[in-house]
């Protein structure tokens, strides 16, 4: 194991090969009871340093055997607290009791007020990046991998779900060695409808119709990524869809993906998110950056991954469209870090930087912009059979930014300093020879926004690349654009957030009344993040905008309501 600068986790410890959790959330207190067993590479002895956040240490011992000293260290704002725990020599396994506290980071406890059913109770977790550490002690960096066995022990009328294989009533097992960040789970009213022999859709059961129906070309999608990157190495593909508070698109849980509620929009035109946290099953989870500074090598291989799944399935036309929209997307971020450029480079040192306040769109999409490039400085062909040594070589690893530059210069030499590399991987901004999109309709639309004129036809991915192009829009534009497409009317907040950004870019008051309804109903921070920056930008809706987050804060998940919180501090 590596230096990772967000774990305590020292690469001179043995390190953890395996868990059997024992987990019991308490809806009425808010608290997760864990008892852990960590299992490891080889017998240690002496110092054994692990991640918490928030945890009480109840007890640790050798299972069934003698108490084991430990030390529990002051809390770091970033890090949380070092558990260092003594072990006695040729220790393999240690056994620690702990409760996580009502307000673990991973955490989001749901009222049945918050539900779709608004008759249950939900729970569920989001550890990526760093906050495995607050549900129970371990070395949580992904520069280790672990399976896992869990009993997940849930109230009557509630059923409790893992990102992992379900070997029984509450009991999981997670077969393949994944990075901590992984480890995953929900326990809600939830249902579940069949799509193809190796996938199938959970949700309430209010939900769960609409939301087969949305995803119930699945098994095309997981054939089309088989197509390009091999066999699929997880056995099924479920996904989960959440109550609304969700702070993300989607979370690539092994085996059990979570995705918002917003992507089932009634229209099937959102599909590249599950596209993108499927390809995560390659690219992420097979192969998996080594710690946050490189966390590009896993979004940035997803997005190429996802837009290549869309090209094989939609054609290439559509994939150009969507990297048209983000490419948009980066150019917005770019100007977001507009004072700290270094955070806009593809390899990072993020030491003493909380790694959820330097998340952005940058190694998503310029790292999409860098395999692209070398793409086509290569050719598809040798391309496309680096790409698969590339899944092959790093299976089940964790690697940094240089292993695989060191890789890319050993199957195709000479590259790197051919194309340029270390502009993108080194150097903040995008480089002059970056790749662009084209499409078929994408200037007649470009042009359009410029001279602020509504174009006669668009699909959704269309009026969304329109939108976000208008920079000065008109309140006569929107007017129109609202009376020829019905944005208001639609489910897609996709559409619907960039028509508000557009109007209080008119400075229409609609555009801030626009604002709060979908801010009110959603909790993932892409929407949340545009709309709330867009309305903190104009003194005229300041205050509107501290008023709407009064409104919708206790609905918002704890890292959703910090983001928010820091844009309106300005
Ligand atoms: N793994 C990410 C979500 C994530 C990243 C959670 C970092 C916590 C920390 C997921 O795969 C993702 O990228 N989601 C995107 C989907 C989009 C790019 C299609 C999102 O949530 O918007
Ligand atoms: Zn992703």
Redesign the pocket.
């Known amino acids: 194991m590596r230096h990772d600068p967000h774990s305590y986790a020292d690469d001179l410890q043995p390190r953890t090969r395996h868990l059997e959790l024992d987990l019991r959330p308490d809806f009425e207190k808010h608290t997760l009871r864990a008892v852990t067993t960590l299992h490891l590479s080889e017998p240690g002895q002496g110092p054994f340093d692990l991640d918490t956040r928030g945890l009480a240490i109840e007890t640790v011992d050798v299972p069934d055997g003698a108490p084991v000293r430990f030390e529990l260290a002051r809390e770091d704002p970033i890090l949380g607290a070092r558990l260092r725990v003594h072990l006695p020599e040729g220790t393999r396994a240690i056994r620690i009791r702990s409760t996580a506290s009502r307000d673990a980071t991973a955490l989001q406890w749901l009222e049945p007020a918050q539900t779709a059913g608004k008759k249950r109770p939900f729970l569920y977790s989001?550890c990526?990046?760093i906050h495995a550490r607050s549900l129970l002690p371990l070395q949580d960096t992904p520069a280790i991998r672990i399976t896992y066995r869990a009993r997940l022990h849930a109230p009557e009328g509630v059923r409790p779900l893992m990102a992992a294989a379900r070997r029984g009533p509450g009991e999981f097992e997670m077969p393949e060695p994944i990075p901590p960040y992984l480890i995953a789970f929900a326990v809600g009213d939830l249902e579940s409808r069949e799509l193809s022999p190796r996938s199938a859709v959970w949700a309430e059961p209010s939900v769960v119709g609409d939301a087969a129906w949305e995803f119930a070309g699945i098994e095309a999608v997981i054939a089309a990524a088989e197509g390009l990157f091999g066999d699929y190495a997880w056995e099924r593909f479920d996904v989960l869809v959440l109550p609304p508070s969700f702070p993300?698109?989607?979370?690539?849980n092994p085996r059990l993906a979570f995705l918002?509620p917003s992507i089932v929009a009634g229209d099937r035109s959102l599909v590249?998110?599950v596209a993108?946290?499927l390809a995560?099953a390659w690219t992420?989870n097979l192969v998996t950056n080594l710690s946050a500074n490189d966390?590009w090598l896993?979004?940035g291989f997803?997005?190429y991954a996802?837009r290549r799944i869309l090209e094989a399935l939609e054609g290439r036309d559509r994939s150009e469209l969507h990297a048209a929209v983000g490419r948009q997307d980066l150019s917005n971020a770019l100007r977001r870090f507009e004072a700290r450029p270094e955070l806009t480079r593809l390899r990072n040192d993020l030491a003493g930087i909380d790694?959820?306040e330097a998340?952005s769109t940058v190694p998503?999409e310029k790292g999409y912009l860098l395999l692209r490039h070398l793409e086509e400085t290569v050719g598809r062909t040798r391309w496309d059979a680096f790409l698969r040594d590339y899944l092959d070589r790093f299976r089940f690893q964790s690697l940094a930014t240089q292993d695989f530059l060191d890789f890319l210069e050993k199957r195709l030499p000479g590259v790197v300093e051919r194309a340029g590399v270390l502009r993108y991987v080194d150097s903040p901004g995008i480089p002059h020879d970056a790749p662009v999109a084209r499409a078929e309709r994408l200037d007649r639309l470009l042009a359009r926004a410029a001279k602020n004129e509504v174009p006669e036809r668009a699909d959704p991915t269309e009026l969304l690349l329109y939108l976000n192009a208008l920079r000065t829009p008109l309140r006569e534009t929107c007017e129109e654009v609202e009376a020829r497409y019905r944005i208001r009317a639609r489910r897609s907040l996709e559409l619907r957030t960039a028509f508000a950004v557009a109007q209080l870019r008119a400075g229409m008051p609609e555009g801030a009344e626009e604002a709060r309804k979908i801010a009110l109903g959603i909790g993932?921070?892409?929407f949340l993040r545009a709309l709330y920056t867009e309305l903190q930008a104009r003194p005229a809706t300041r205050e509107k905008a501290r008023k709407i987050f009064e409104e919708a804060r206790g609905t918002y998940h704890p890292i959703a309501a910090q983001v928010i919180e820091s844009i309106l501090r300005g």
């Open positions: 989001q990526q990046p993300y698109g989607g979370m690539e918002t590249n998110v993108h946290e995560h992420g966390f896993n979004e997803t997005v996802e790694p959820d998340y998503y993932r921070m892409k």
